[in-house]
């Protein structure tokens, strides 16, 4: 089936986007947002909100390459509404479900801006090569291979090409390395109260990384990720063996929901607000009084 030349790309999928949000009177799915530094809520439109066209693109002489960040993000769209639905009436995720979030949770953390913007510094030329090696280094099939990397064809010319140009291939191999990262992590679900509703925000996942400048590691094994499934639910991630277990949630059993008491709820939420980069997402239709 063949895609138009334009096509409309969502930074945060509409999917997500429509379990905090509300349909208004002409049926339109709405989302009630707070742009940063402002203190009063906005409506916008799901299907245009973080829309820009062509934005995941990648310039390829190869028809299955070009459009390929759009069609992972499509098929882990498609399998959204069945995580929710698990998490909702079950109370627990199923193994493929587990592997469809956690996949999900790697490609909107490379689809944010912010991210984006932290992988282009990465691209430059002082940095590009050592990053490259390292979030592609988990293909090669032994250490000689893995220090060889650098020598090869495929390689090379990923070195040649401007940032703007290379940048949506290396978020995708940034999202194979963050899936093989978190992949390791415990997956736990904390519930909020219906009157303590979760944030979201343009930047959906909250990543509190704590990297590892002496071993070069972008994810380190203390790092934690948060992420609001729905008003609701939110994901949690932690590695068990982090030599950090400071934090009290790291202890909850990952094999039922947890309810997060109110000072708990409110600090998460202070991260939620924090790692926005431009909206705040509500959950719900709110106008200023």
């Known amino acids: 089936m063949t895609t138009p030349v334009n096509q409309s790309q969502h930074k945060v999928p509409q999917v997500y986007l429509k379990k905090f949000g509300y349909k208004d009177l002409n049926n339109q799915w709405k989302v009630s947002v707070l742009k940063r530094g402002n203190e009063r809520p906005m409506q916008k439109s799901i299907k245009s909100f973080t829309a820009e066209v062509n934005h995941f693109d990648i310039e390829s002489d190869d028809p299955r390459i070009h459009r390929m960040f759009e069609k992972m993000n499509a098929t882990l769209e498609g399998e959204y509404n069945n995580i929710v639905k698990e998490v909702e009436s079950d109370g627990e995720l199923s193994e493929k479900s587990i592997a469809y979030l956690l996949q999900f949770v790697a490609v909107q953390i490379v689809r944010s801006d912010k991210w984006r913007a932290q992988i282009m510094e990465f691209l430059e030329p002082d940095t590009r090569r050592n990053f490259l090696q390292f979030i592609i280094g988990h293909r090669a099939k032994d250490a000689q291979e893995f220090k060889d990397m650098p020598n090869q064809p495929f390689f090379q010319s990923l070195m040649d090409l401007p940032s ?13 390395y963050l899936i093989m990262r978190i992949g390791h992590f415990e997956v736990v679900i904390l519930e909020t109260t219906d009157e303590r509703p979760w944030y979201t925000s343009t930047d959906p996942v909250i990543v509190d990384n704590r990297i590892d400048k002496d071993n070069l590691e972008i994810f380190a094994k203390e790092s934690e990720v948060y992420f609001p499934l729905t008003p609701k639910h939110l994901l949690y991630l932690h590695f068990k063996g982090s030599d950090d277990q400071v934090n009290s949630l ?26 926005a980069h431009e909206f705040l997402v509500l959950a719900g239709e709110h106008r200023e009084e």
């Open 164 to 176: 703007d140009k290379l940048i949506n291939r290396a978020l995708l191999f940034f999202s194979e």
């Open 250 to 275: 790291r202890s909850l059993s990952s094999e039922r929901i947890h309810l997060v008491e109110q000072a708990q709820a409110w600090e998460i939420q202070k991260k939620i607000s924090a790692n």
